[in-house]
């Protein structure tokens, strides 16, 4: 598969541990916010997304912060299994813009 | 399986060619986008169109050009390719004009010699 993001910031966590992936945004209008898994030799896959009216969101095994304050999202994935091994990566949207994708953690599951 | 067909997979051509990269969207989605990533960055947006139209315009170069067609298959169009070209092109989809890109394609793999 192709290689994403050779030289991304990896987090490496034991399998059945709890992962946090943060993402710090840019723009502070932007309202909307996605996180994506990358999987090797795949395109994104939309995990989860949050509204910038609430501070947290969950899904299946998966939390999605917001910190409007300092900028800041987090997306925790509890119970980490093999198969989260991917890139993740969050985007924020402005109403009327276009999103804007961060650069992407490669997350790594130990066995 | 997201939905989204693009092809090829796989592209090698040399400096100063042109190329043209095929999506069809997901069955009833009417808008296309367009991603660039290039190894180290993240998923940079060119364009998007809806229902044929152009929506919008990322940071997508005058020697790249797109088109959406009445079948809503859309086509990504390079040329006078460089070698700083190279990168995987992605195709998203979604039903409406503001919705976010949510169904992506696997990608095409454009490789300047």
């Known amino acids: 598969g192709e290689s994403v993001g050779l030289h991304l910031p990896t987090l490496s966590v034991q399998e059945g541990d709890n992962s946090i992936i943060n993402c710090a945004y840019s723009n502070s209008a932007s309202d909307y916010f996605i996180w994506y898994k990358q999987e090797s030799g795949k395109g994104p896959q939309f995990i989860i997304d949050i509204r910038s009216n609430m501070d947290k969101r969950q899904g299946q095994r998966v939390t999605v912060l917001l910190n409007k304050t300092v900028k800041h999202l987090s997306l925790q994935i509890a119970a980490t299994q093999p198969g989260d091994s991917a890139v993740y990566f969050c985007?924020?949207?402005?109403?009327?813009?276009?999103?804007?994708f961060g650069p992407g953690t490669r997350l790594s599951v130990l066995p | 399986d997201s939905g989204v067909t693009q092809t090829p997979k796989h592209l090698i051509t040399a400096t100063g060619q042109r190329v043209t990269l095929r999506c069809s969207p997901r069955s009833g989605d009417l808008s296309v986008y367009w991603y660039q990533q290039s190894l180290d960055q993240g998923l940079q947006f060119l364009i998007q169109?809806?229902?044929?139209?152009?929506?919008a315009k990322g940071n997508i170069l005058e020697r790249f050009s797109a088109q959406q067609f009445p079948d809503l298959h859309s086509e990504l169009n390079l040329s006078s390719l460089e070698l700083g070209d190279s990168a995987l092109y992605f195709c998203?989809?979604?039903?409406?004009?503001?919705?976010?890109?949510?169904?992506f394609g696997d990608g095409t793999r454009l490789s300047i010699l």
């Open positions: 985007a924020e949207n402005a109403y009327g813009q276009n999103f804007v």
């Open positions: 169109y809806y229902n044929g139209e152009e929506r």
């Open positions: 998203a989809s979604s039903v409406g004009q503001t919705d976010q890109p949510q169904h």
